[in-house]
T-cell receptor, first 112, second 114 residues
């Protein structure tokens, strides 16, 4: 089945540690996105990429980094500079035109 | 600035009744709108979308209405079922200056009482 796979489902970070969240899609979509969701809140855009080897900051990019070396993959690194990383992280993709974004099932990040 | 909001954080309905979930948006240049359903611990699931050149679109048991005059979007669910219990988000995509980016509302929790 085509879709978006996020891993791991749960992740724990120690103080001062960087962690990387994986997002893979086999939908042949050009554009990919990372969102952060806090309890009872909507989704906020962290980073997005409309084409391989290019990406742009979203509304809350500080403390995060991304890469887009392959069309299928858009990993997100939560760095130690992100002081409040506990959240539910969602990856999405679309064709880049007026079509709906498709989402993965998220990674829940917690602090040890 | 841009914002998308839902009028009520929680909506409780009786099984079999119709549900109406509302959303207000502020960017008059937005040209594409989407409704998502999110169940606990999962990612948002696409329900229905509508472009700004339309004012109504129907799917299976769902209807989206768009009123551009007052910048209002609504999702109607017919014959609400227990499986419809979830958080519902509206999202808007702006004009060319916001290509690809969606702005999400805060979400409305739909509770279906048996």
């Amino acid at each position: 089945d085509g879709g978006i796979t996020q891993s791991p489902k749960y992740l724990f970070r120690k103080e001062g540690q960087n962690v990387t969240l994986s997002c893979e899609q086999n939908l042949n979509h050009d554009a990919m996105y990372w969102y952060r969701q806090d309890p009872g809140q909507g989704l906020r855009l962290i980073y997005y990429s409309q084409i391989v080897n290019d990406f742009q900051k979203g509304d809350i990019a500080e403390g995060y980094s991304v890469s887009r070396e392959k069309k299928e993959s858009f990993p997100l690194t939560v760095t130690s500079a992100q002081k409040n990383p506990t959240a539910f992280y969602l990856c999405a993709s679309d064709t880049g035109s007026n079509q709906p974004q498709h989402f993965g099932d998220g990674t829940r990040l917690s602090i040890l | 600035g841009e914002s998308v909001g839902l009028h009520l954080p929680t909506l409780s309905v009786q099984e079999g009744d119709n549900s109406i979930i509302n959303c207000a948006y502020s960017n008059s240049a937005s040209d594409y709108f989407i409704w998502y359903k999110q169940e606990s611990g999962k990612g948002p699931q696409f329900i229905i979308d509508i472009r700004s050149n339309m004012d109504k679109r129907q799917g299976q048991r769902v209807t989206v209405l768009l009123n551009k005059t007052v910048k209002h979007l609504s999702l109607q669910i017919a014959a609400t079922q227990p499986g419809d219990s979830a958080v519902y988000f509206c999202a808007e995509r702006g004009g060319s200056s916001n290509t690809g980016k969606l702005i999400f509302g805060q979400g409305t929790t739909l509770q279906v009482k048996p």
